[in-house]
């Protein structure tokens, strides 16, 4: 496939996954809550901090929510926070962390500022302001825990440090994107790499690498963060056109991307770089994982932390759990409920899988709980 003359495919066709579940996992509905009447949009378990890994977070309309999972089904909520802006709407949320090990929820959504709350301490942390346009989605630097990226219809990228409140990198300029932003993650062990996806159809990948003294400085920076020398990075150091249609979610795997299009269907492939050419390279499609009714844009997968299963939802409230570690792909169950027919936006996988959260445009969240042989 060639778009913009910088892409294109290696000529071997990729394996495509069959829509019949073997049947590997079984799982059942344990809870279901009304959380309010707007749209939920996004839900994240807490995979910074391993003592809250069965905790996770919810936004919808100007509210974040905060619960914990327990056995049998059960979700307690923790923490509740309405913002002052009735008119928000929060697209996306993250777990993040200051510098002293304190947990920390950042979300973002239509009025293009974001919300930094210290958990611990129940109060809001930090208000970040910059984009133009509303946030699509906001991501975690696992490695370096105090750094969130976020996304923006605004067409650009900014790197933030949660603890001190600067905005380090702006990603955007004469190389960046097109239209909105709709995705970005950083990769899981390249601390200086991210890849983001948008409305202009492509996935970039940029690298932080020359501007990581930036970074460093953004940590023992002392006057105001306005006053910090934020850097633009204009030129991404790798483009594909992978997707004919807008492109909503993207993830690392390994070396790989997964990445998600409006047209059904979530693909894995490597992107081959040319050293040579900055911003030029071929694409290797390797697998496709087909998500039917899924032809709405910003519904968003999820993978648990070792990437063996990503869970999608789909416009008629159904959730398609794939294996990731085979070939060819494997469907590992397909979850339907009679009363779940809202559009998923999002799902939230558990540490370890077990556990697959839905928050869906009629405001509910769905809890689905793998079955064992000792479960009754």
Known sequence: MVAEGKSFGLGCDPVVGSLNPVKKREYRVTNRLQEG????????????????????????????????????????????????????????????????????????????????????????????????????????????????????????????????????????????????????????????????????????????????????????????????????????????????NYVDCNRWLGDFILSKSVDNEILLWEPKLKDQIPGEGAVDVLQKYPIPECDIWFIKFSCDFHYNVAAVGNREGKIFVWELQSSPPILNARLIHPQSKSPIRQTATSFDGSTILSCCEDGTIWRWDLVTNNSH
């Not at 707007?38 to 977070?57: G, K």
């Not at 001190?164 to 300029?173: E, V």
């Not at 190389?175 to 993650?185: A, F, I, P, Q, T």
């Not at 601390?191 to 970039?204: L, P």
């Open 37 to 244: 009447k707007r749209p939920l949009y996004a839900v994240v378990f807490n995979f910074i901090d391993s003592r809250y890994v069965n905790v996770f977070a919810t936004v919808g309309g100007n509210r974040i929510t905060v619960y914990q999972c327990f056995d049998r089904g059960v979700i307690a909520v923790l923490q509740s926070y309405v913002d002052e802006d009735k008119d928000e709407s929060f697209y996306s949320v993250c777990w993040a962390c200051d510098v002293d090990g304190s947990p920390l929820v950042a979300a973002g959504g239509s009025n293009g500022s974001i919300r930094v709350v210290d958990v611990g301490r129940e109060k809001i942390y930090k208000s970040f302001v910059g984009h133009g346009g509303s946030i699509n989605e906001l991501r975690t630097q696992v490695l370096k825990p105090s750094l969130v990226i976020s996304a923006s219809k605004d067409e650009s990228l900014r790197l933030w440090n949660v603890h001190t409140g600067i905005c380090i990198l702006i990603f955007a300029g004469a190389g960046g994107h097109r239209n909105e932003v709709l995705s970005v993650d950083f990769h899981p062990s390249d601390i200086y790499r991210i890849a983001s996806c948008g409305m202009d159809n492509t996935v970039k990948i940029w690298s932080m690498k020359e501007f990581w003294p930036y970074v460093d400085k953004s940590y023992t920076w002392t006057d105001l963060p306005s006053k910090f020398p934020t850097k633009y990075v204009q030129f991404p150091v790798y483009n594909a056109s992978v997707h004919v």
